[in-house]
Structure formats: C-alpha cells, structure tokens
C-alpha cells in the first residue's frame, strides 16, 4: 500500500497569515496518462469530509483561490495564502492512483 | 441538489453483522463509481471499498475482504455495505461517497456510525 505521510500533524496559524502543509508519498503518484492522482480534504469539526484539490493543483468547485496545491512525484503542497477563521479543521491529503486509495494522517490547523 | 444518506448503522456484538444503506439524489447515480470510506473515533480516513458504475467491478482495502461486500440498485439509486464477522476495530463513522475527477471523492454523505462492543 502506498503511505502518505503529513506534515506538521498540527499547525496554529494568525489569521491573514499564510500557512503551508506537506503530504510525501511513499510512491510516485504520476500515471500513464500523465494525470497525478493526489487529492486534498478538509474536515470542519463535526462536518464529513470536502474535496477542495484534485490531481495536485485544481481547486474543486466553489473552493476559494486562497487554497492552492502543488507539487511532483512524491512530493506535494497545500498552501492557504492567507488564513481565514472559517479554514479551521483537519486537512487530510490522498492518493488515488493506485487501490487501496491511502490517506495522510492529518493536519490540524486552528487559529491563533 | 446532490445527496447521499447514509443509515444502518448502530451497536453490534463483536461477530454480528450490519447492512449500511446509502441513498443518492440530485444526481445520475448510475454514471459514477462509487465509494465507503471510515472513520475511526478520533482518528484519520479509510478508504473501505468502491464499485463500478454497473456493479461488475468491486475492489475492497484488505481488514475486510471477504467479510464486506459493497453492493448497488441503480434502480433505486442505493449504495450498500453488508457488514459480517464484525470486529472491535471496525468501530467507525462510514460514510459514503461519490467518485470524481479521477477518483476524488464528492460529495460525502453525513455518515453512520457503527460500534462494535460487547
């Protein structure tokens, strides 16, 4: 199975202030097709899961362009550019190229 | 609006078994694969099985091959997980969720929470 590893597991951010997330893949997410399957979640408190990044760099729909991911190979980013109150939860990365689809650990971000 | 609900949930002795029900609206539920993924208490996501958009192809995480099966009615536009020979550690909130964009899941339905105890 591929392993995703997440760092930092907690992350106390000011708001307005920037804050960054790594997810390393114990794998190469690039396929064939030249698409890479690596995803990013965010789970509100008490809230299912939502998919705010798919195939690295594309925000889903209605997701605010603070949010931005990159990354290659094994190696990725989630950057919120500014902060906001309502960004608060665990932020999970995934893969999805290869059964079983794997989960980082979490990142929790709260608000200083 | 696109939904999914999640019911069947609930406390069951270790070895028992549980259907879950997931129904889907707002949607061609026909047209996607679709996904279980769980929640342990206080932990991370796992992802539990998927299943073609016609039914013919089921792939399921190893802790529950062969006592899981992910099944669908895409008449009734349902998504289901029979649960047997349940274990402590399946203990978790399962939700259900749609594949998309290459196997990224959503939505995600509001989950049932199952618990296995003695």
């Known amino acids: 199975d591929i392993v995703m590893t997440q760092t930092p597991l907690s992350l106390s951010v000011t708001p307005g202030q920037p804050a960054s997330i790594s997810c390393k893949s114990s794998?190469?997410?690039?396929?064939?097709?030249?698409?890479?399957?690596l995803y990013w979640y965010l789970q509100k408190a008490g809230q299912s899961p939502q998919l705010l990044i798919y195939?690295?760099?594309s925000r889903f729909f209605g997701v605010p362009d603070r949010f931005s991911g990159s990354g290659s190979g094994t190696d990725f980013t989630l950057k919120i550019s500014r902060v906001e109150a309502e960004d608060v939860g665990v932020y999970y990365c995934?893969?999805?190229?290869?059964?079983?689809?794997?989960f980082g650990q979490g990142t929790k971000l709260e608000i200083k | 609006e696109v939904q999914l609900v999640e019911s069947g949930g609930g406390l069951v002795q270790p070895g028992g078994s549980l259907r879950l029900s997931c129904a889907a609206s707002?949607?061609?539920?026909?047209?996607?694969?679709m996904s279980w993924v769980r929640q342990a208490p206080g932990k991370g996501l796992e992802w539990v099985a998927n299943?073609?958009?016609?039914?013919?192809?089921?792939y399921y995480v190893d802790s529950v091959k062969g006592r899981f099966t992910i099944s669908r009615d895409n008449a009734k536009n349902s998504l289901y997980l029979q649960t047997n020979s349940l274990r402590v550690e399946d203990t978790a909130i399962y939700y259900c969720?749609?594949?998309?964009?290459?196997?990224?899941?959503?939505?995600w339905g509001q989950g049932t929470l199952v618990t296995v105890s003695s």
């Open positions: 299943i073609k958009q016609n039914g013919r192809e089921k």
């Open positions: 969720a749609r594949d998309v964009i290459g196997g990224g899941f959503d939505p």
């Open positions: 195939e690295v760099s």
């Open positions: 995934m893969q999805g190229i290869h059964l079983p689809k794997t």
């Open positions: 707002g949607f061609t539920f026909s047209s996607y694969w």
């Open positions: 794998q190469s997410l690039l396929h064939s097709d030249g698409k890479t399957y």
